[in-house]
């Protein structure tokens, strides 16, 4: 099956500093990578994905990375700000989102 | 429009017991997952079930079994509990060919 790394497991910035998060996938049949954002507490919530046939995706201060060849793809958060201290998971997956793979989460603090 | 409702919240059981676990999708959405959320390997997809059927099966013992009604609601039954099942048992309800998974609060399972 689908196995997703996810690097690194904890990062810490200033606010206003970018942030980038990456993940690896195995099975080069994935062809939907979706980010979700998990506040303390509460439940996943769709941030911004990609699909296989687009390199790159934006949404204000949010931007998608996928390299199909190297099987990777990396999101990037600009300028920074506290409410996006979060726990961040990415994902892949051949069907779509009723069948999801995730990495093992990376930790972002934003530091005032 | 409802979100995603998990029933109950919490549970606290002893090995070797079993236990149900309910989902309530968004009206409208047929496709039902599950996913095991632990500390140390974040989201593990479970199952999957679209009308009634399962669809797609994640990596996990037979223990794990569930069922969809028709009314699209869906349950998860963890048989002969042990101590590494306590977690987090989340829920996501999709449309067919959707591309957002949407997040139920999840039922904290702890087994003693």
């Known amino acids: 099956g689908e196995n997703v790394e996810q690097h690194p497991s904890t990062l810490s910035v200033q606010e206003g500093d970018s942030a980038v998060i990456k993940c690896t996938y195995s099975d080069s049949a994935s062809n939907y990578f979706p980010w979700y954002k998990q506040e303390l507490g509460k439940r996943p919530q769709l941030i911004i994905d990609?699909?296989?046939?687009?390199g790159e995706k934006k949404d204000q201060r949010i931007a998608v990375t996928l390299n199909k060849t190297a099987k990777h793809f990396s999101l990037h958060i600009t300028e920074t700000q506290p409410e996006d201290s979060a726990v961040y998971f990415c994902a892949a997956s051949i069907t779509g989102a009723n069948n999801l793979f995730f990495g093992t989460g990376t930790r972002l603090t934003v530091i005032p | 429009k409802a979100g995603v409702t998990q029933t109950p919240r919490y549970l606290i059981k002893t090995r070797g017991q079993q236990v149900t676990l309910s989902c309530s999708p968004i009206s409208g959405h047929r496709s039902v997952s599950w996913y095991q959320q632990t500390p140390g390997q974040g989201l593990q997809f479970l199952f999957e079930?679209?009308?009634?059927?399962?669809?797609n099966k994640g990596n996990f013992p037979g223990r794990f079994s569930g069922r969809q009604f028709s009314n699209s609601r869906s349950e998860m039954n963890v048989s002969t509990l042990e101590l590494g099942d306590s977690a987090l048992y989340l829920c996501?309800?999709?449309?067919?060919?959707?591309?957002?998974?949407?997040f139920g609060q999840g039922t904290r399972l702890t087994v003693v």
């Open positions: 990609i699909r296989s046939n687009v």
């Open positions: 996501a309800s999709s449309q067919q060919g959707g591309t957002e998974a949407f």
């Open positions: 079930y679209f009308s009634e059927t399962q669809r």
